[in-house]
């Protein structure tokens, strides 16, 4: 991969400010109802990157569709830059755990889909090549999804976000299924993205040390319906070594919060 500052400019608008205000979700489930998110709320500051941790199931990635404008909430309000999210909006782009490339189409094609759906290919053509630089793939841009690994097919459904030049990049265990080592290298590449271009970043992962690599703070879920437990502010620069032993020490600390510290 590039690095992040050798094509990667900082956003024309910056990173945009997020407010979450006594959000409540819930679901009809065979019959029944069934609460997923009870009376959360919180802020993301502009160019911040927060994680949010909790119990498989308790409502994460419901939050991040409701945030994406995906879904509309029950009851509460999600405004960004202080207007209320009533729908998607290219500004906030979704990376998910499977890439979701059409098979039929080049590395290149898929990343250039966003700008299609405006009418904007044409004119901006040269983002999708910058973006396909930055993510380390300019020479796979005729390849198909099925001549990528794991990581590439990742790289591409990241400059698929990127080159809509996001405000809010939402990232729903986007290095879930990949290798340890593949994760680690991507862990470090996604931050430095981050870092270089301003944008705010939202990520949900079940990866307690991955939070606390990536993340300038990070919130703790409940079990099913998730309420918020913990806000821990990571006090830490970046680069940020794995093993300082402030994060290890945290990284114990967010276990406990998770019923997991007997486990370590």
């Known amino acids: 991969m590039v690095a992040a500052g050798a094509l990667l400019k900082p956003a024309a608008a910056p990173g945009l400010h997020l407010e979450i205000r006594s ?102 053509g040269h983002r999708v090549t910058a973006a396909l630089q930055l993510v380390g793939l300019a020479d796979f841009a005729k390849a198909h999804p099925q001549q990528l690994s794991g990581g590439m097919a990742q790289r591409t459904a990241l400059a698929r976000a990127l080159v809509n030049d996001p405000r809010l990049l939402i990232l729903d265990e986007p290095l879930g299924k990949l290798d340890s080592m593949t994760r680690i290298t991507m862990q470090t590449e996604v931050s430095n993205l981050w870092r270089q271009a301003g944008f705010t970043a939202l990520l949900v992962t079940h990866d307690v040390e991955e939070a606390l690599y990536m993340a300038s703070r990070v919130i703790v879920l409940s079990d099913r319906p998730a309420r918020i437990v913990a806000n821990v502010r990571v006090d830490r620069d970046y680069p940020r070594g794995r093993g300082d032993q402030y994060l290890v020490d945290l990284r114990h600390h967010l276990l406990d919060l998770l019923g997991l510290g007997s486990n370590w």
Not at 24 to 31: A, K, L, N
């Open 23 to 124: 959000l409540r979700h819930q679901f009809d489930f065979q019959g029944a109802t069934l609460p997923v998110l009870d009376d959360v709320s919180f802020e993301v500051e502009p160019g911040e990157m927060l994680a949010i941790l909790g119990p498989s199931g308790c409502g994460k990635s419901t939050l991040l569709r409701l945030i994406a404008g995906l879904e509309s909430p029950q009851s509460g309000e999600i405004l960004a830059d202080g207007e209320q999210i009533r729908g998607p909006s290219p500004s906030r782009v979704v990376v998910f755990q499977d890439p979701t490339l059409y098979p039929w189409r080049t590395v290149h094609d898929n990343v250039a889909l966003g700008l299609e759906a405006r009418g904007q290919a044409k004119r901006e």
